[in-house]
């Protein structure tokens, strides 16, 4: 069985199964429209990678049909961890405390979305906290070695180093921007941990 990684993000090294499929579906045959969240979870079978992309910030549609994918049942079967645009990476601890299902305060968690390198508090809407809220309902389901991981995939800025937007350039300059940061974490933990391997 393999287990894989959802992105929910435009990654240049993300492998959208989609496109494929798609491809060979018009040499073929005729394409049929087919179930949304059964297609996606074929596509982590036969793909370490898959990429979801929001489309437009804070789409209801879009977070309607994350919350279904996540609560099917074979969701956990094919993923290990979820790679999200919305979220700080210096917050990382926190996020990985309170998804397995730790105390963590509402007022120390929201740092992770509130505290991005985005200056308009476009992650601070209930849809992007409700996600994190779903994979730790979710994650009390499963067994600890099953449990999924959130990763976050902003930049690690801290902003209590932050007096100017040269310090934030400073810091930027130390962890990635924020195309490179998440491949780089894709890269150091997923890849070179292993977790994309067949288990």
């Known amino acids: 069985m393999?287990?894989?990684?959802?992105?929910?993000?435009?990654?240049a090294v993300a492998i959208v199964a989609w496109s494929t499929v798609l491809a060979q579906q018009s040499t073929t045959t005729p394409s049929t429209p087919s179930e949304p969240i059964a297609g996606v979870i074929d596509a982590f079978?036969?793909?370490?990678?898959?990429?979801?992309g929001e489309g437009d910030h804070n789409n209801e549609q879009g977070h309607a049909f994350r919350l279904a994918l996540l609560h099917d049942r074979r969701f956990?079967?094919?993923v290990n961890d979820i790679v999200v645009e919305s979220g700080n990476a210096y917050y990382q601890k926190v996020m990985d405390r309170f998804v397995n299902g730790d105390d963590v305060s509402s007022t120390e968690l929201r740092q992770a979305w509130q505290?991005?390198?985005?200056?308009?508090?476009?992650?601070?809407?209930?849809i992007y906290e409700q996600f994190f809220r779903?994979?730790?309902e979710v994650n009390m389901s499963l067994s600890v070695d099953r449990r999924l991981r959130v990763l976050l995939g902003d930049p690690p800025i801290d902003?209590?180093?932050?007096?100017?937007?040269?310090?934030?350039f400073a810091q930027m300059r130390e962890v990635g921007d924020r195309d490179t940061h998440p491949a780089k974490l894709i890269q150091r933990d997923m890849l070179d941990k292993g977790r994309l391997q067949a288990s």
């Open 2 to 11: 393999r287990r894989h990684v959802v992105a929910s993000w435009f990654l």
């Open 76 to 78: 956990a079967e094919v």
């Open 115 to 126: 505290n991005t390198t985005q200056l308009r508090p476009v992650w601070d809407v209930p």
């Open 159 to 168: 902003w209590s180093r932050v007096s100017g937007f040269a310090d934030v």
């Open 134 to 136: 779903a994979v730790r």
């Open 45 to 52: 079978r036969t793909h370490s990678i898959v990429a979801l």
